[in-house]
Antibody
Framework: EVQLLESGGGLVQPGGSLRLSCAASGFTFSTYAMSWFRQTPGKGLEWVSSISSGGAGTYYADSVRGRLTISRDNSRNTLYLQLNSLRAEDTALYYC??????????????WGQGTLVTVSS | EIVMTQSPATLSVSPGERATLSCRASQSVSSNLAWYQQKPGQAPRLLIYGASTRATGIPARFSGSGSGTEFTLSISSLQSEDFAVYYCQQYNNWPLTFGGGAKVEI
């Protein structure tokens, strides 16, 4: 069974940092692009960042470019999102999801259950 | 950035009836459109990709159509488990963008 399990969320002060992880199982992780999304409670979905299967290609939403960094460790079947210079507007439930292919923009299936990031003093 | 607009925002339907949801793109996305279902407290679930191809395990009552800028998700006979929020997503260009969602309620 394909599974994605996020971790690393929590309460952090404005300007602080956090690293999210997404542990993948049940498929050949190194052959799929992966992405992070976020959702504010009661609001819609927002794409945050994507990374190609090998890690060479990374893509970011304008709202997070320069503050968030996506990476992956294919030997550990794990996707990461480093969040720096956090703002109140970064407060959200963060999901990781598997892309349908190795690199180009794609649809996503499955999604993890999410990890909550709260930025507040 | 391609803006995705869904309508209506809320659709009230009785079980057994047909539901039709619309998604419009601000510029052509060809057939590079997906639909997701999200229930309260759950992650999004892929329903449709390529505008009209059902994902694995999705019942035949779900169908997608359209290309270019106009897309439709239809649910032929609503079951109790279909009451949820539905999102469209374009993957023709970066940045990936979603519609604002459409809630299907009883």
């Amino acid at each position: 069974e394909v599974q994605l399990l996020e971790s690393g969320g929590g309460l952090v002060q404005p300007g602080g940092s956090l690293r999210l992880s997404c542990a993948a199982s049940g498929f050949t992780f190194s052959t799929y692009a992966m992405s992070w999304f976020r959702q504010t409670p009661g609001k819609g979905l927002e794409w945050v960042s994507s990374i190609s299967s090998g890690g060479a290609g990374t893509y970011y939403a304008d709202s997070v470019r320069g503050r968030l960094t996506i990476s992956r460790d294919n030997s550990r079947n794990t996707l990461y999102l480093q969040l720096n210079s956090l703002r109140a507007e970064d407060t959200a439930l963060y999901y990781c999801a598997r892309a349908a292919g190795a690199a180009r923009p794609n649809w996503f299936d499955p999604w993890g259950q999410g990890t909550l990031v709260t930025v507040s003093s | 950035e391609i803006v995705m607009t869904q309508s209506p925002a809320t659709l009230s339907v009785s079980p057994g009836e047909r539901a039709t949801l619309s998604c419009r793109a601000s510029q052509s996305v060809s057939s590079n459109l997906a639909w997701y279902q999200q229930k309260p407290g759950q992650a999004p679930r892929l329903l449709i990709y390529g505008a009209s191809t059902r994902a694995t395990g999705i019942p035949a009552r779900f169908s997608g159509s359209g290309s270019g800028t106009e897309f439709t998700l239809s649910i032929s006979s609503l079951q109790s488990e279909d009451f949820a929020v539905y999102y469209c997503q374009q993957y023709n260009n970066w940045p990936l963008t979603f519609g604002g969602g459409a809630k299907v309620e009883i």
